[in-house]
């Protein structure tokens, strides 16, 4: 048990998918998983442990922004022994040629400022996939005949945006996508020797507006969190 997860040694898996909704938690592990047992619960931030083809899983929601899931990912990963961690979330599109429903497969993940800024004062680390997860969760896709991207993203600290030119700039540099937790992911993984991914819906687009209805969001990600699956026991 952690100041922030509530599970007991034992319950949380070496491998964690960790969608930012703790109620998407709830309903992937719920969909997906077998026998799956609710292990934390702190602060409403649901935890479910089970399994999928007979390989021990857990779904963690991390919250939403870069703070919350290094929050998270930290005490999964020192407290609980968490090795493979996989993102799977919600993402806005950036690029003509990426689609809502399409998924994105982040290979590297630019931003402005994450938690872990201040480690590195001058220094502009770049966070990156692992190579493995990535090719697994590439050939996972191609299988299922998902519209799948591969490539940057942007990771944004901020929600509510009021930085147009900055979008202009990540859409003019053939950024996919943006959403607000995976450069932390991905360093913290770093850190520590671990393997990260995200693999990430496009649920709006920012250029032309479009949008899945919330009804319709759990059913479009599908996809996402078997691939995310497959990719990490590949």
């Known amino acids: 048990m952690t100041i922030h997860i509530g599970a007991a040694p034992g319950d949380i898996a070496e491998t964690v998918l960790m969608p930012g909704d703790p109620y998407r938690a709830k309903w992937a592990a719920e969909t997906f998983l ?31 922004g870069m703070p919350s899931l290094s929050i998270y990912a930290n005490e999964l990963i020192r407290d609980f022994g968490a090795k493979t961690l996989i993102r799977i979330g919600s993402c806005g599109g950036m690029q003509d040629k990426v689609k809502v429903r399409d998924v994105i497969l982040a290979m590297t ?38 519209a799948t991207h591969i490539g940057g993203i942007y990771s944004s600290d901020v929600f509510y945006d009021e930085r147009p030119d900055l979008n202009e700039q990540m859409v003019r540099h053939g950024i996919l996508g943006v959403e607000m937790e995976a450069a932390e992911l991905y360093t913290l993984a770093a850190r520590h020797g671990c393997r990260a991914l995200a693999v990430l819906t496009v ?32």
């Open 34 to 64: 077998q026998d799956a047992k609710l292990v934390n619960e702190v602060r409403g931030m649901l935890g479910y442990t089970g399994t999928w083809n007979g390989q021990r899983v857990t779904i963690q929601g991390s919250g939403m």
């Open 109 to 146: 993940a630019s931003t402005v400022n994450s938690p872990s800024s201040g480690i590195f004062r001058e220094l502009n680390f770049a966070p990156c996939a692992d190579w493995g997860l990535l090719q697994a969760a590439a050939t996972a896709a191609a299988k299922r005949g998902s």
């Open 203 to 234: 649920s709006d687009h920012l250029g032309t507006g479009e949008a899945l209805p919330s009804d319709q969001r759990e059913r479009s990600f599908g996809d996402m969190v078997e691939i995310a699956l497959e990719a990490a026991f590949s």
